[in-house]
């Protein structure tokens, strides 16, 4: 009997590093080719991911897609797709539906596909060996690894996340529960990387009959559809020997039956093209584990001293950030794998994907200790809901006889009252292309459409994309009807902006005064706006990071690139311990409930308890007249 072919990849991936420290701060370029497609797509490491929901960056259009230089790599959660049947990808015809159905360009943006939203922090009911829950719109729905693979090839992504059985129940979790989520995630990435058999068509997936789901292959000699590349969640969750036990089955050899079935791979690592670390459970487990040690440690000071012991509702307080707790977590599984081991026969590297941290701190912290490639930045997206403005730099510049006594912020909470009459742009760190000459040079200009607003053309005419006269599938440069471009046939996802267009004409910079009075009158553009100068902002800093890295590594020490992240850390303040995402938020909210439904018993219930306060301080001083 002839063994069955490894699935051939409808993309290729590959990554290659700049720097010899294959765990560490490090540079790479990740390189990403369709097979029908003589175009490629690079991607210069460490980089962000841009988050979306429901396939959308929020707040954005495809006109921001296609200008944003900071969009390259685009997470997209399945599980919003999921609430219809079959789900909508699916439907979409053509060579790469999921761009096509969501209006991103596969030779500017890599999609990667994934399950679950990596950044959704509600529990979950329990998984089962053949499947997990996901969250949509209309409830929680199964997913078995059969489907996901079936929608995967079918979605034709760039990247795909295989199957892993995190669970989202309430932590702390057993040694067993431990043991079933390897083995769990270990068997779905090893179905996954199998050749599946041929299709169905789209209206038969999913369907159920009598409370069961009907298989999803069928009978026919079609050839199956090709695979995109799989990325790997490092499961083990808070335990260093789950983790270490997960990453060896990796890089274990395969025998009998399974090596049959997955020939010519020797191990499962030969058929991933990169891991992922999600920080979501991670936290939650370290944030219960510190509940525990709280309530314990309450529990004895009652005995001990009843009198001084703290309500044991109070949470501890944890002096150490989460992240330098998360990074020798994992190291224990990176230390395991082929790919980050330091031995001169280590095979080729692959990139570490670092999913939602929530501060550029935290970002420098596993660029730093773990060689991060890939982060999340829905943390400046998730500003951008609550009305921040980011303002920050990499390298920090520094000037003469410049003393600072307290930490800067990272942002500017826009909400307040004092921006109301601040004319300034968005941030001081930067400069808007329109106000070349009126401000140093040095200080570098922020591309985004708040901060450098293009004129439009002369003759009045605003193109979408699709309604241009020189349109393409794979999206062409806006221009007018009096200018001209030529068109490039390479096309990469560089720092630079992604079209090629004539020399535009800047307005002045949008003013944080502008965007408070969008932000007060409900606006939708104030969030476009900060969504795509916090993006700005952060692409800036990764590549100030890469150039930090190169300028490093050319002078063959490791001293500049510590000199500039300590510098970074005592300039700068968390924004998740300072108070200003907390503070934002809760002027968020409160403006959110300014109008609406129940806003007159909201308001009213306000003059109340007012009311009450004054009417208890009137009160008081009338009892203490009578007594004298």
């Given amino acids: 009997m002839s063994q069955p072919a490894v699935l051939a990849a409808a993309t290729t991936l590959t990554f290659s590093l700049t720097t010899t420290s294959p765990c560490g701060a490090r540079t790479g370029t990740l390189v990403s080719r369709r097979a029908a497609s003589e175009k490629e797509m690079r991607i210069q490491t460490p980089n962000l991911i841009t988050s979306t929901s429901r396939g959308v960056v929020p707040h954005l259009s495809r006109d921001h897609h296609r200008e944003s230089a900071a969009i390259k790599w685009v997470n997209v959660p399945f599980e919003n797709f999921l609430e219809q049947n079959p789900p909508l990808p699916l439907l979409q015809p053509g060579a790469t539906p999921l761009h096509t159905l969501l209006g991103f360009t596969p030779s500017s943006h890599l999609l990667a596909l994934t399950a679950r939203d990596p950044g959704a922090a509600h529990d979950m009911p329990p998984n089962s060996h053949t499947y997990i829950n996901v969250s949509t719109l209309r409830g929680v729905r199964k997913l078995t690894p059969e489907a996901w693979r079936e929608y995967a090839a079918r979605s034709r992504p760039d990247v795909v996340f295989a199957l892993s059985d995190t669970p989202y129940t309430d932590p702390p979790y057993s040694q067993k529960r431990l043991t079933k989520s390897i083995e769990r995630s ?8 199998r050749t599946a058999p041929a299709l169905l068509p789209p209206t038969e997936i999913g369907k159920r009959g009598k409370g069961k789901q009907v298989s999803l292959t069928s009978t026919s000699s079609d050839p199956p559809p090709p695979l995109p590349p799989v990325l790997v969640h490092l499961a083990g969750g808070t335990s260093p020997a789950a983790r270490k036990a997960f ?29 992922v670390v999600d920080l979501v459970p991670l936290k939650l487990e370290l944030a219960a584990a510190a509940r525990k040690v ?27 950030p989460d992240y330098e707790l998360i990074a020798p977590l994992v190291l224990s599984s990176l230390s395991v794998l082929p790919s980050f081991s330091s031995s001169s026969s280590q095979p080729s590297p692959k990139p570490l994907i670092i999913t939602n941290p929530t501060s550029p701190h935290e970002m420098l912290y596993y660029i730093t200790h773990l060689g991060a490639d890939m982060l999340g930045a829905s943390w400046a997206q998730r500003a951008a809901d609550i009305g921040v403005a980011l303002d920050f730099e990499f390298p920090v510049r520094t000037r003469a006889g410049q ?34 000459g009126e401000k140093d040079d040095d200080i570098p200009v922020c591309p985004c459409a708040a901060c450098s607003p293009v004129v439009v053309g002369v003759d009045g005419r605003l193109f979408h994309g699709a309604d241009e006269p020189s349109y393409t599938a794979e999206g062409s440069p806006i221009v007018s009807s009096t200018t001209t471009s030529s068109s490039s046939s390479t096309v990469s996802a560089s720092d630079s902006s992604p079209t090629n267009k004539a020399t535009p004409t800047y307005r002045p910079p949008h003013t944080r005064a502008y965007v408070h009075h969008l932000l007060h009158t409900h606006e939708m553009g104030a969030h476009a706006l900060l969504a795509l100068h916090n993006l700005a902002v952060v692409n800036a800093f990764m590549k100030a990071v890469r150039c930090v890295l190169e300028t490093s590594a050319a002078q063959q020490t490791q001293n500049l690139w510590d000199q500039e992240v300590a510098l970074f850390m005592r300039t700068y303040a968390d924004p ?26 909201r ?17 008081d001083e009338q009892c203490e007249l009578e007594e004298i």
């Fill in 247 to 275: 990453a060896a089955s990796l890089s274990e050899p395969l025998y009998g039956p399974e090596a049959d079935a997955l020939a010519p791979l020797r191990t499962l690592d030969e058929g991933v093209s990169g891991y």
């Fill in 186 to 193: 270990t068997a779905w990435l090893a179905g996954m990387l």
């Fill in 294 to 320: 709280g309530a314990s440690s309450s529990a004895g000071a009652d005995e001990a001293a009843p009198a001084k012991a703290p309500p044991a509702s109070e949470p501890p307080i944890q002096t150490t």
């Fill in 403 to 436: 003393r600072e006594y307290w930490k800067r912020e990272i942002g500017h909470n826009l909400y307040e009252k004092w921006y109301a009459l601040d004319f300034g742009a968005f941030a001081g760190s930067f400069r808007g292309a329109g106000e070349v």
């Fill in 576 to 601: 998740t311990t300072s108070g200003l995402f907390g503070e934002a938020e809760r002027r968020w909210k409160e403006v959110d409930l300014a109008r609406g439904k129940g806003r007159l018993a």
């Fill in 603 to 619: 308001e009213r219930e306000k003059e109340l308890s007012e009311d009450g306060k004054v009417g208890q301080g009137e009160g």
